[in-house]
């Protein structure tokens, strides 16, 4: 929903902020007012084409600043895809320079015009000079149609779910075939190529994590047998003489002993000499190079080279190999039991097929009925909103399957009897293609693509008891979302859950649009304007007070 409209220095409109509120937001003022330019202001916030023309004379940029408090799911997903927080609204602004640059921003976050007006799209529905009401674009009608449907049938709901289920089971099955005919188109010449990879791969029977283990094998033995050299040396060392250093140690810790001064002044070094020859004792005890296995790591290192040489060759990692196997095994298997597995598939693909067709004739069928019952409700709209020659259809045409069935709709209109039906975008234009899309809207209007429509020329050509029904119904389709309607007759503002007048004043200096809301005596005497001019006559006022519904 529209809640905040911001613009600066857009042509007659210096500076003005306007706040919306939820139902019917009726906009009305004289004849060039400047009602035409909030709707140029909000559609360049929206996204629509920048003209230098709408910067105001004497100033460098214009700016326009739109903000709305909720996002459908569908804007959701433009907002993440964008990197753009919407968790407290969203706010969608334009700048305008006067050498024709344009620049644009949502939630402050920099955007292209082609993602704004994407964005705006899907809050906004305008019918009028900017129309982007999605209900003019053929693809939306089928959908629009299953909403209705829906409401029409709430068993319907099931029915297009299932519809979606058995064609992506059909299109399942129908890929699972498709890739085993590729598979055996491709392979079913390699055959004995593939049962030497099938046989090379079994023989050498691959683990995962076996590479690393018989890797970390052949460098554990590798490092023994360096660590042994090691120790042969460094025993060599300790024992290179006829007698082993800890031996020549004790012997001249006993030569020292027989030093005949008493106490023996050397009594310290001999101490220290024993504890000496104690410890390299120790450590020469200590000190026994280990046996390496020598022969093994022949052996690991064969299949250890074994394993990556057959790693390199099918391009795949040593832990791979198993999947590998696994994978060339299937295939293999899938060509000699071809036949069997072609025949399974096919049936399977038959039996999907069917089931698809199955639920989507169902479905057809559930779409013309409500077609007919859509068409019986827009034809009870149309008298009143002055289209009581107009006739309305939906056209159910066949379509390729697809998760929505093997149909689709287009909406078709003709405006006056003797004409051939045309599809909508085509049949109507002005304010009767607005009453049109008012009747389309208010019929549908539990399912509801934006939550702001925005409508300008619906009272195009109308009066009395049709502007009266317009009125009410628009009035209607705003209670469950937001209505934003620039009007000329007093029977549609009757209806305003809020009231703006737009309003021109002119000093020798400058001319200057303003809007503001107005309630009570205002709204009556604006209502009572439009109904007799500029002079507010009693009966004017009178015939007002019967207007105002809200």
């Not at 060039?32 to 909000?42: E, F, N, Q, T, V």
């Not at 609204?89 to 620049?103: M, Q």
């Not at 050498?204 to 360096?226: D, F, Q, W, Y």
């Not at 439009?530 to 007070?545: C, D, N, R, V």
Request: aromatic share 4%.
């Amino acid at each position: 929903m529209l809640t905040g409209l911001h613009i600066s220095n857009i042509v007659l409109i210096e500076k003005l902020s306007l706040e919306f509120g939820r139902g019917l937001n009726v906009l009305t003022g004289e004849t060039g007012a400047g009602k035409s330019i909030l709707l140029d202001a909000l559609a360049l916030a929206l996204g629509a084409r920048s003209d230098v023309g709408l910067v105001r004379h004497g100033c460098d940029c214009a700016s326009v600043i739109a903000e709305f408090d909720s996002a459908s799911e569908d804007l959701r997903s433009i907002l993440d895809e964008n990197g753009i927080d919407y968790d407290e609204g969203i706010i969608l602004r334009r700048n305008l320079t006067l050498d024709g640059k344009s620049r644009a921003w949502v939630n402050d976050i920099p955007v292209s015009i082609k993602t704004l007006k994407q964005i705006g799209d899907s809050l906004v529905e305008i019918h009028g000079q900017f129309a982007n009401h999605s209900l003019l674009d053929p693809t939306t009608h089928r959908q629009a149609l299953d909403s209705f449907a829906v409401i029409y049938d709430s068993k319907n709901a099931d029915l297009i779910e299932a519809v979606k289920m058995t064609y992506e089971e059909y299109r399942n099955a129908v890929k699972r075939l498709n890739d085993l005919q590729d598979m055996l188109d491709k392979t079913a010449s390699e055959r004995d190529f593939l049962q030497h990879n099938v046989s090379e791969l079994q023989a050498l029977n691959v683990k995962v994590g076996e590479e690393e283990e018989l890797s970390n094998r052949r460098t554990a033995i590798m490092n023994a047998e360096k660590d042994a050299a090691i120790l042969t040396d460094a025993l060599a060392v300790l024992t290179q003489n006829s007698e082993s250093l800890d031996a020549q140690i004790f012997s001249a810790a006993h030569i020292l002993e027989r030093i005949k001064t008493e106490p023996n002044p050397y009594q310290a070094q001999i101490d220290a000499l024993y504890d000496a020859g104690q410890t390299v004792s120790d450590v020469i005890s200590k000190i026994k190079p280990d046996d390496v296995d020598i022969d093994s790591i022949d052996a690991i290192e064969e299949r250890l080279f074994a394993i990556r040489a057959i790693a390199r060759k099918h391009r795949v990692s040593a832990d791979e190999l198993p999947e590998k196997l696994l994978q060339m095994t299937q295939q293999l298997n899938a060509i000699d039991n071809s036949d069997a597995e072609l025949k399974r598939l096919k049936d399977l693909v038959g039996r999907k097929e069917s089931d698809f067709y199955d639920q989507s004739n169902k479905l057809t069928q559930a779409r013309k009925n409500a077609a007919n019952e859509l068409r019986n409700r827009i034809l009870a709209e149309l008298p009143d909103l002055k289209l009581g020659q107009a006739d309305f259809q939906i056209e159910i045409k066949p379509t390729p399957p697809s998760a929505h069935g093997s149909d689709d709709a287009l909406f078709m209109i003709k405006t006056n009897p003797g004409m051939p039906f045309a599809p909508l975008h085509k049949a109507a234009s002005g304010g009767e293609l607005a009453r049109l899309m008012l009747a389309l809207r208010v019929v549908l209007a539990t399912h509801q693509d934006a939550h702001t429509f925005i409508f300008d020329e619906v009272d195009t050509g109308i009066s009395g008891a049709t502007a009266s029904a317009v009125g009410q119904r628009l009035n209607k389709l705003a209670q469950e979302s937001q209505a934003l309607v620039i009007t000329h007759s007093a029977q549609v503002a009757g209806f305003a859950d809020r009231h703006f007048k737009i309003e021109k004043h002119t000093t020798a200096e400058s001319t200057i649009t303003n809007v503001s809301e107005i309630t009570d005596n205002a709204r009556l005497n604006e209502i009572a304007r439009i109904i007799s001019g500029a002079e507010i006559t009693p009966e004017s006022l009178a015939t007002a007070k019967t207007l105002i519904k809200v």
